[in-house]
């Protein structure tokens, strides 16, 4: 199969813990590489702006703050069905339903401070990285 991308954010609950790291060096076990990174603070319109799918739902004001909360780890990884296997090693978003040795069965506090985010289709991952990053910034 080719090689694809997916947007990976490593959320405040998991960047306050120093899990930087850890998270990383589960994605990397997984098969995936890391060809973008950076750590930034995102503003209150970035955090609109991308979860603008959610602007109706009633926890969208509380996902904006949550996000806004601290600093992120934005990254494009990169792999074989980078999608669904960057999905597989976060797990379900309720921690309490992601399977053993995932990122949320090991590291989320609950199921907003999931510790990650990582797009959820092939077509929202372009979008995302997107968003995040220009081709210049992504080295493969």
């Given at each position: 199969m080719a090689q694809s991308r997916t947007l990976s954010i490593?959320?405040?609950?998991?960047?306050?813990?120093n899990l930087t790291g850890a998270i990383n060096s589960m994605l990397e076990e997984s098969g995936l590489r890391?060809?973008?990174?950076?750590?930034?603070?995102?503003?209150r319109e970035q955090a609109e702006a991308f979860y603008a799918v959610h602007r109706a739902r009633p926890?969208?004001?509380d996902l904006v703050n949550f996000m806004i909360s601290g600093p992120v780890v934005v990254q494009v990884l990169e792999g074989e069905n980078a999608v669904e296997r960057n999905r597989t090693?976060?797990?379900a978003t309720d921690p309490a339903k992601a399977e053993r040795n995932?990122?949320?069965?090991r590291f989320a506090e609950s199921i907003e401070a999931n510790?990650?985010?990582?797009?959820d289709s092939p077509e929202n991952a372009v979008?995302?990285?997107g968003f995040f990053f220009t081709p210049a910034e992504?080295?493969?």
């Amino acid at each position: 199969m080719a090689q694809s991308r997916t947007l990976s954010i490593i959320k405040p609950d998991a960047t306050r813990r120093n899990l930087t790291g850890a998270i990383n060096s589960m994605l990397e076990e997984s098969g995936l590489r890391i060809v973008a990174q950076k750590r930034i603070r995102l503003t209150r319109e970035q955090a609109e702006a991308f979860y603008a799918v959610h602007r109706a739902r009633p926890f969208f004001k509380d996902l904006v703050n949550f996000m806004i909360s601290g600093p992120v780890v934005v990254q494009v990884l990169e792999g074989e069905n980078a999608v669904e296997r960057n999905r597989t090693v976060m797990g379900a978003t309720d921690p309490a339903k992601a399977e053993r040795n995932t990122i949320r069965a090991r590291f989320a506090e609950s199921i907003e401070a999931n510790s990650v985010h990582g797009s959820d289709s092939p077509e929202n991952a372009v979008s995302e990285i997107g968003f995040f990053f220009t081709p210049a910034e992504i080295v493969g």
